[in-house]
């Protein structure tokens, strides 16, 4: 079993930075790909960037690609999301995800899911 609790969500301004963490608890978690995902207000949850869990792979969406940018700390049970130059299009609940495999993270075959922590983008 795998439980993951987001942090570091806020309200920032256009061209803002913001990291996120994703902190994990469970034995296994280095053995897993973790990826984000956002959901905004009316739209359907999108994959934004995952990672393999040896961190040597790592997945963007167009959308997100020389902005954000993702790392993990498996001694630490953490993975990060780096957030530059954000937009008022960025806003949306940013959830952490966990899969066996990178592939099945971009498809949405997530194991574990964290809360969400809200990004709010300020024009």
């Known amino acids: 079993q795998v439980q993951l609790v987001e942090s570091g969500g806020g309200l920032v301004q256009a061209g803002d930075s913001l990291r996120l963490s994703c902190a994990a608890s469970g034995r296994t978690f280095s053995r897993y790909a973790v990826g984000w995902f956002r959901q905004a207000p009316g739209k359907e949850r999108e994959f934004v960037v995952g990672?393999?869990?040896?961190?040597?792979?790592?997945q963007y969406a167009d959308s997100v690609k020389g902005r954000f940018a993702i790392s993990r700390d498996n001694a630490k049970n953490t993975v990060y999301l780096q957030m530059n130059s954000l937009k008022p299009d960025d806003t949306a609940v940013y959830y952490c995800a966990a899969a066996a495999n990178l592939g099945g993270l971009v498809g949405a075959a997530a194991d574990y899911w964290g809360q969400g922590t809200q990004v709010t983008v300020s024009s």
């Open positions: 990672i393999t869990w040896r961190g040597d792979g790592r």
